[in-house]
């Protein structure tokens, strides 16, 4: 270990997504190469103490290990692959009855009583919303069960699926019913699910829309939007707590989608978080924003040139 005040080099953070195709092999790629050039893992908050000035020691070749959605593959995968290659890291978990549906929760427990995976913050939905009123698709009687939740859409038959932008940075658009109804009724009146069989059904969707003159609908009032902001932010942070007991305190979040401003920083001073993370690339220096931690998005085994490159200043 040498003193942090001696350290000129960046600390990065590596961000993984276990749930992605090939994610075991190149992640054991990486944390046998890894621990071949003697890198050695650091916590949250030593980083955050690091970045803000914090006289602590860190080890001559520090990295911090991220894993964003909390899919299963995070206690299946990454879990014991962690605790062989003898590292630790931080997986930011939605807590949304989708998410916790598809990956449960009882694992929480056990991975941060083994010290070698914290569960932190990433929104209680991690949603997309309809940003405003242009319609580019409708919805066609199937969702994969891993899209993100978009709020807001009506989940039948030919129900309009207007913009989509990042729900926690942009007003939400909120569809007028009646327009929604008409389409699904057209749909239905044309057969139901047959009706998307027809080469050009999108077309004549567009034309039906095209056709209404009533309202689409309005957007949500500034005060709307602080409120459900709010509550993203302030549902999962006790949830993730009682789940995981024993005195658990969340204190970090990951921007879903890496989408952040600064209205949102304050948003998450206020309902308690001390850092957040974005997915800019780059390394964190002394100095840097608490609320704009960069890290390094890898979603193959040469993403960004290969560990070897990202890391090439400590070799």
């Known amino acids: 270990m040498i003193s942090s005040l001696s350290l000129e080099k960046p600390i990065y953070v590596l961000l993984y997504h276990p749930w992605m195709?090939?994610?075991?092999?190149?992640?054991?790629?990486?944390?046998?190469?890894?621990?071949?050039?003697?890198?050695?893992?650091?916590?949250?908050?030593?980083?955050?103490?690091y970045v803000g000035g914090g006289k602590i020691s860190v080890p001559e070749r520090p990295i911090a290990i991220?894993?964003?959605?909390?899919?299963?593959?995070?206690?299946?995968?990454?879990?014991?692959?962690?605790?062989?290659?003898?590292?630790?890291?931080?997986?930011?978990?939605?807590?949304?009855?989708?998410?916790?549906?598809?990956?449960?929760?009882?694992?929480?427990?056990?991975?941060?009583?083994q010290g070698v995976l914290k569960i932190e913050g990433h929104s209680h939905t991690h949603a997309l919303a309809f940003v405003n009123d242009r319609v580019h698709n409708f919805f066609i009687g199937e969702k994969k069960e891993r899209e993100p939740i978009i709020k807001g859409l009506h989940p039948r038959p030919g129900a309009p699926i207007f913009e989509l932008g990042y729900e926690l940075v942009l007003k939400r658009f909120l569809p007028n019913t009646r327009l929604t109804d008409m389409c699904v009724d057209h749909v239905g009146k044309q057969g139901g699910m047959t009706f998307f069989e027809k080469e050009d059904w999108k077309?004549?969707?567009?034309?039906?829309i095209s056709n209404y003159k009533g309202d689409r609908g309005r957007y949500e009032t500034e005060e709307e939007k602080g409120e459900r902001?709010?509550?993203?932010?302030?549902?999962?942070?006790?949830f993730i707590e009682n789940v995981i007991g024993r005195g658990k305190k969340v204190r970090f979040f990951a921007y879903p989608f890496g989408a952040h401003d600064s209205h949102l920083v304050e948003y998450l001073k206020h309902a308690g978080y001390i850092g957040a993370f974005t997915t800019d690339p780059g390394g964190n220096v002394r100095g840097d924003n608490p609320y704009l931690l960069k890290r390094m998005m890898i979603l193959n085994q040469d993403s960004l040139g290969g560990l070897e490159s990202i890391l090439a200043e400590y070799l």
């Open 21 to 49: 195709d090939g994610f075991k092999e190149y992640f054991t790629a990486h944390l046998s190469w890894l621990r071949e050039n003697r890198f050695e893992s650091i916590g949250l908050e030593e980083l955050l103490e």
């Open 66 to 113: 991220t894993l964003d959605d909390g899919t299963i593959e995070n206690f299946t995968m990454a879990y014991p692959l962690l605790q062989e290659y003898g590292y630790t890291g931080t997986v930011f978990a939605p807590t949304a009855d989708k998410y916790i549906e598809m990956s449960g929760m009882d694992w929480w427990r056990e991975v941060e009583d």
């Open 203 to 208: 077309e004549e969707m567009l034309r039906l």
């Open 229 to 238: 902001i709010r509550e993203e932010l302030e549902r999962s942070k006790p």
